[in-house]
């Protein structure tokens, strides 16, 4: 009977996240496919969106990365390895960056503010970009580093592994026989993966009208983006994409954290709304 009545909370629940799409949001995407419905979208999630102050995401961070009880959510660090327990947790809004005094270069001293599509992709301190809530999130100081400019990626269990944070998330090298040869990636835990899929094709599709001039910002970003407005992305990373949305499906956490941003800045992630939109756009556009 309990587990009858636990799902029957998460259903409701799961209906009443879903509820906070205002309505007839997306009508005009209806019968659009490919390049058309991503520019549709592109109209309706740039039309209000209210730009941040960078120093507004610390504040912002306790209403869409909670985990509970004051915990940040930190998506480089929880949950911790299998067997393993957590040897530390963020408190809110305690342990910010900005609270501490030179914390020492080792993981779990603080979190900060992590563009999960590094901000040399895209040419620095540019808003909205900059304070873009839909690609930042609050991470592990020390993992954040380590991560630094690189893509994400799957790394390659042959090579030489630089870096295990302790949820498991790992820098290593990547060969994808595509075009690239080696390069190296940060692959957060399966857990996430969706969400910073989910998160990229956000990002092409907020930046349409920018996001073709980026490929040559960095040596990271030329080897991930196309150097167009369309697919966005080179091939080999739209199907990286489409395999990280499709092995970790939309979370409650990502329809919590969707709503509460909406609140934030007034537009939404619509690829977390509906994941049919990622198999109209580019799939399509991948075959």
């Known amino acids: 009977m309990k587990r009858i009545l636990l799902f029957i909370v998460a259903i409701i629940l799961h209906i009443n996240s879903y509820s ?3 309505q007839g949001y997306y009508d005009s995407t209806i019968g659009k496919s490919g390049y058309e419905l991503k520019t549709e979208l592109y109209k309706i999630i740039s039309k209000n969106h209210k730009p941040l102050s960078y120093n507004a995401l610390w504040t912002a961070f306790e209403r869409t990365d ?32 900005r609270k501490k005094i030179k914390p020492r270069n080792e993981e779990g001293q603080c979190y900060n503010r992590e563009h999960s599509f590094p901000k040399s992709w895209f040419g620095g301190e540019q808003k909205p970009m900059y304070t873009d809530l839909f690609h930042i999130y609050p991470t592990d100081k020390k993992v954040n580093s380590v991560r630094e400019n690189y893509p994400y990626g799957n790394y390659d269990i042959k090579k030489p592994l630089l870096y295990t944070s302790q949820n498991g998330s790992k820098l290593g090298y990547c060969r994808n026989a595509d075009s690239l040869g080696d390069i190296i990636v940060f692959e957060p835990i399966d857990e996430y993966k969706g969400d910073f899929a989910r998160t990229y094709f956000y990002m092409a599709t907020r930046y349409q009208d920018k996001i073709a001039g980026w490929k040559n910002n960095s040596i990271y970003s030329s080897q991930v983006l196309a150097g167009n407005n ?28 969707n709503n509460a941003v909406y609140l934030k800045q007034l537009n939404r992630n619509p690829f977390i709304d509906s994941t049919n939109f990622v198999e109209r756009i580019w799939k399509s556009k991948n075959k």
């Open 20 to 22: 906070q799409i205002p």
């Open 66 to 97: 909670m985990l509970k009880d004051s915990i940040i959510w930190d998506m480089y660090s929880y949950p911790p390895i299998k067997g393993y327990i957590n040897p530390y947790t963020y408190k809110y809004p305690t342990d910010e960056e």
């Open 230 to 257: 369309s697919t966005v992305y080179q091939t080999w990373y739209i199907k990286l994409l489409l395999e990280w949305h499709k092995l970790d499906p939309v979370s409650s956490k990502e329809i919590n954290r």
